[in-house]
């Protein structure tokens, strides 16, 4: 069956500082993983995606995200934290159909 | 372009009444989902549809859920009897074709509360 594990729940970081949200996926095949986010009250955001290719990928506002199939991970990085990446953020695999199975979700919180 | 389109925004209904959302995807989507997202955890697809044909609804409970996409446009879900159970926040998303390897773009939702 497949899963997503976003093992933190919460996630603090003084402002300036690197960021990583954890995210591991299990999966049979070659999934098409994805990262979002979603502030107050609003619907989710499309950050990035990896379907194949470089391992490191790169999205919207700096953010990007390394692929290691291995560990079966894929973390979601930045390396200068802004207040306004305060939000949350979920990871979500497609085992190759139509569906995306999400995580349940990181809370970032940047400090200033 | 215009987003994902959805309302009401919020709804509050007391058990056993019946409710309905509307969605509105983006322009030319052949594909449009619609999620529950309960508080604390990530969306959990309910319907998709391509174009006005169910695709996948294993995770619709059917007893009380409904939905449809008539023209192959906008799509209404609606619960009939809504339980204690159901509330969450109703997301809509839509995209270009349904291949896996595209992003899906969701609206703001409906928040939901049973009474």
């Known amino acids: 069956a497949q899963s997503v594990a976003q093992p933190e729940d919460q996630v603090n970081v003084a402002e300036g500082n690197p960021l990583t949200v954890k995210c591991t996926y299990s999966v049979s095949g070659n999934p098409y993983l994805f990262w979002y986010v979603q502030y107050p009250n609003r619907g989710l955001q499309f950050l990035l995606k990896?379907?194949?290719?470089?391992?490191l990928v790169k999205g919207s506002y700096g953010f990007e995200a390394e692929f290691n199939k291995s560990q079966t991970s894929f973390h979601l990085k930045k390396p200068s934290a802004l207040v306004s990446d305060s939000a949350l953020y979920f990871c979500a695999v497609n085992p190759g159909a139509n569906n995306l199975f999400f995580g349940t979700g990181t809370r970032l919180t940047v400090i200033p | 372009e215009a987003g994902v389109a959805q309302s009401p925004r919020y709804k509050i209904i007391e058990k056993r009444q019946s409710v309905a959302f509307w969605c509105n995807p983006i322009s030319g989507h052949a594909t449009l989902y619609w999620y529950q997202q309960i508080l604390g955890q990530g969306p959990k697809l309910l319907i998709q549809?391509?174009?006005?044909?169910?695709?996948?609804d294993s995770q619709l409970p059917k007893d009380r859920f409904s939905a449809e996409r008539l023209k192959g446009v906008d799509s209404t879900l609606k619960i009939q009897p809504a339980k204690l159970e159901d509330s969450a926040v109703y997301l809509c998303?839509?995209?270009?074709?349904?291949?896996?390897?595209?992003?899906?773009?969701f609206g703001d939702g409906t928040r939901l509360s049973i009474l």
């Open positions: 990896y379907i194949t290719g470089d391992n």
């Open positions: 549809f391509q174009n006005n044909g169910v695709v996948d």
């Open positions: 998303a839509s995209s270009p074709e349904g291949y896996g390897t595209e992003p899906q773009h």
